[in-house]
């Protein structure tokens, strides 16, 4: 199945997922999200496909939310709500699903990019890939389950300082605080992912979702609320006048 803006193809029961914007970074606009979910829920629906591989078209994974859309949203109620939703429906969904979900981070996450490689069950990276908070800069708090699930990956102090000071994180530094569970070549790390992909596919699939569905029972127990305040937070600063200027500020630099 193909969307303009989101790839996906089924083969020997692995769904390919590519996010398709490389202009934009692959911005997860509101297009971007519903197009996720609808992918996500195709492929769940096929009883024979059994693992997701989530890939970055261009020079970077997924540059977080679209913030030509996030402008809109500062003026607009309505859709400044229904993209927030959509973002944190979108990586619950991926959490919650029944498939092993792979990320195959060719560059930079960043944002809500960040928030889908968190989202995932196993992340492969490139030596050249980075991982960012982002939200500071632009005066935002978290989205997309980054301030519940950073701090379980990484340790409540690594997440704060990530959050709060705005580090980027190299890949070997993701690698030594186990947040990535391999490195590869730049050129590489799409097939490697995909070939993990196609071997758990080839196992004893039975016990792959129950298995995954152990693991995250804990953090999932209490995810849907958190991500609830994660929405409350984003959505009141996105209206604030510093916030709605660094936006504009960040916008206007990436235009020139």
């Known amino acids: 199945m193909t969307d303009d803006v989101v790839l996906m193809t089924v083969e020997a029961g692995v769904a390919s997922i590519t996010l398709n914007r490389p202009a934009h970074g692959n911005a997860m606009s509101l297009e971007v999200m519903e197009g996720l979910q609808r992918l996500f829920r195709d492929a769940e629906a096929d009883p024979d496909c059994h693992v997701a591989v989530i890939h ?94 950073l701090p379980l990956a990484v340790g409540a102090k690594r997440a704060a300082t990530v959050l709060l000071t705005g580090a980027r994180v190299s890949a070997e530094e993701a690698h030594a605080w186990g947040l990535v569970a391999s490195l590869h070549e730049p050129e590489e790390v799409d097939a490697r992912a995909e070939e993990l992909a196609r071997r758990l596919a080839a196992g004893a699939t039975q016990a792959l979702a129950p298995t995954k569905k152990l693991l995250n029972a804990p953090a999932l127990a209490g995810y849907q609320a958190h991500l609830d305040l994660e929405r409350e937070g984003i959505t009141s600063l996105a209206t604030h006048p510093d916030t709605h200027t660094r936006i504009q500020s960040l916008m206007s630099k990436a235009s020139k």
Do not use: W
């Open 56 to 149: 970055g078209s261009g020079r970077v994974f997924c540059g977080g939310g679209d913030l030509g859309d996030l402008s809109k949203a500062a003026d607009h109620a309505e859709l400044k709500v229904r993209m927030v939703t959509a973002l944190q429906d979108t990586m619950f969904a991926i959490a919650a699903s029944r498939l092993i979900v792979i990320s195959a981070v060719n560059g930079a996450a960043a944002g809500a990019g960040l928030g889908l490689v968190l989202n995932t069950d196993i992340v492969l990276a490139s030596s050249k890939a980075s991982f960012h908070g982002a939200y500071g800069a632009i005066g935002l708090s978290p989205d997309a389950g980054v301030s519940y699930l």
